[in-house]
């Protein structure tokens, strides 16, 4: 029973950000797994291959292979199984595409999905799309050699917690039937993910080419996850329908092992570490941060998903610097208290994020912080003081925020209030929440205290009083005023047009 895992071509729509590259580690973790249990599997990552390319057109960009060439290698390897992974709803028609494509190569082939998006619309999706036998609900590790088995044993799939699927009955239409799944408690069962069946140096080259998931200077870095789910509740997230609110961690063994590993196997220089909740176990996170210190392990690192302010304390942070962080997020998401409590339900208070920043400042460690507007039952008033937070604590600490605008994503409690409410501002289209998602995306929640162009007008306001500090600091700056006087001479159109923006 061979089975080949696809991660397919993405298209990004105009107002999105654009291409941004990462390792599969779902598939990578998944085909680890099936290796474990001696099941032939190999992976195709259309975003890493010596054919991918980057095409523009039309205002969309399209990053992968050519349908030819994904047909050719379904052809070459003549897989029983093939599973493709669909991590964002934004990008759902691609796997429909790739789904269709791999009928018209080989009909007997056995298709199966899996990602975020199935957790909640993948009953309608296997209602929608015949091209696709079933779907995997949550952790695909567990549920994808169950499967196999099955198949290979022509079992019923009943059993296999987590699947959804046809069943067929003689002389009756197929049912569609969901088995709800299981966490996946002992993470240390699983082994590290396949990196061996990734081609690393052609994704180290596309990151020196500036194509990583997020601007850096680390032309081989890759992203790590050392626990699953999310035990708090957000009104906004959406990861405890994924990966389910119980919390659950790798050994620090196995961590350090497993950044050892990258490291000596695939000359690996900068990990980020992924978690939703990275310090949500402190003493845990120490102990990780003790052991690479421990080891000598010699790498940088960064948290992009963010962490809780009021997991960290300052001789954690300082052992986090010692060990190579480079650079932490924390999630502050409102600066109006009442806001933090009454609609987003973070159970945060503002303390710990000032606690933090100055705790980063003087140990010169780079803060970012999340910041998210446009939540129903925000007022302009409640909004205005997220800005103002956002910008204090830039200039008393150099935070650096990253300010998004709400967007309902499906499943999530703030859906749920927008459908309900009447507030949505346009169609929820893959489209549209590929734009809505991103920094500079317009919202799609519109209220009677304010809509999407009130929103945009916060952001701006926010990047002009930022881009004006800086100004100010740097013509305070004596080692400056050089560089500013060449700017002058060399583009005073330009540096008047950005004095007029800033008014000043």
Not at 219 to 226: G, P, V, Y
Not at 358 to 384: A, D, H, M, R, Y
Request: with cysteine; net charge positive.
């Amino acid at each position: 029973m061979k089975v080949l895992l696809i991660n397919p071509s993405r298209v990004y729509p105009p107002g999105s950000k654009g291409v941004r590259l990462g390792l599969p580690l779902g598939l990578m973790y998944i085909a680890g797994v099936l290796e474990k249990n001696s099941v032939p599997v190999k992976i195709f990552d259309s975003l890493i291959s010596p054919e991918t390319k980057i095409i523009e057109k039309d205002g969309y960009t399209y990053h992968g292979v050519s349908d030819d060439y994904l047909r050719d290698i379904i052809r070459d390897e003549e897989p029983d199984i093939i599973g493709i992974t669909s991590p964002f709803t934004a990008q759902i028609k691609n796997t429909i595409k790739t789904a269709n494509l791999i009928r018209e190569v080989n009909p007997t082939i056995f298709i199966v999905v899996g990602g975020p998006h199935f957790a909640v619309l993948g009953r309608q999706f296997l209602e929608e799309n015949n091209s696709v036998d079933a779907a995997v609900i949550g952790e695909g590790e567990v549920v994808m050699l169950e499967l196999v088995k099955a198949i290979d044993n022509k079992k019923p799939f009943d059993d296999i917690k987590g699947l959804i699927f046809r069943s067929y009955v003689p002389d009756k239409q197929a049912e569609i039937k969901v088995n709800f799944p299981e966490s996946i408690k002992e993470l240390d069962s699983l082994p590290f993910p396949a990196y061996h069946l990734i081609d690393m140096d052609c994704y180290f080259n596309y990151l020196k080419q500036g194509l990583s998931a997020r601007p850096n200077k680390h032309e081989r870095a890759i992203s790590l996850i050392t626990s699953r789910g999310c035990p708090f509740n957000c009104v906004f997230c959406s990861v405890h329908l994924h990966m389910g609110k119980l919390w659950r961690a790798h050994s620090v063994d196995y961590i350090v092992s497993h950044i050892q590993h990258v490291i000596n196997n695939c000359g690996v220089e900068h990990i980020s570490f992924e978690d939703d909740n990275f310090t949500f176990n402190s003493k845990r996170c120490e102990n990780i941060v003790d052991g690479i210190l421990e080891k000598k392990i010699h790498f940088s690192w960064d948290t992009p998903n963010g962490v809780r302010a009021d997991t960290l304390n300052e001789n954690l942070l300082m052992k986090m610097k010692q060990s190579g962080c480079q650079e932490l997020i924390v999630a502050t998401e409102s600066g109006d208290q009442a806001i933090l409590d009454s609609v987003i339900n973070k159970n945060l208070r503002l303390e710990s994020i000032i606690k933090v920043a100055g705790w980063c400042k003087k140990l010169k460690i780079k803060l970012k912080s999340f910041f998210v507007i446009g939540f129903p039952g925000e007022t302009k008033v409640n909004i205005q003081k997220t800005i103002d937070f956002a910008y204090w604590l830039y200039k008393e600490f150099d935070v650096i925020p990253n300010l998004n605008i709400a967007t309902p994503l499906l499943g999530t409690r703030l859906h749920k209030i927008v459908v309900d409410n009447g507030y949505l501002s346009q169609e929820l289209t893959p489209e549209n929440l590929a734009v809505a998602t991103q920094a500079r995306g317009m919202g799609m929640i519109k209220t009677s205290e304010f809509n999407p162009r009130d929103l945009k007008g916060f952001s701006t306001q926010l990047s002009t009083r930022i881009a004006r500090l800086n100004l100010i600091r740097k013509l305070l700056h004596p080692s400056e005023y050089i560089k500013i006087l060449k700017l002058l001479l060399t583009r005073p159109l330009n540096i008047a047009y950005r004095l007029r923006k800033l008014r000043l």
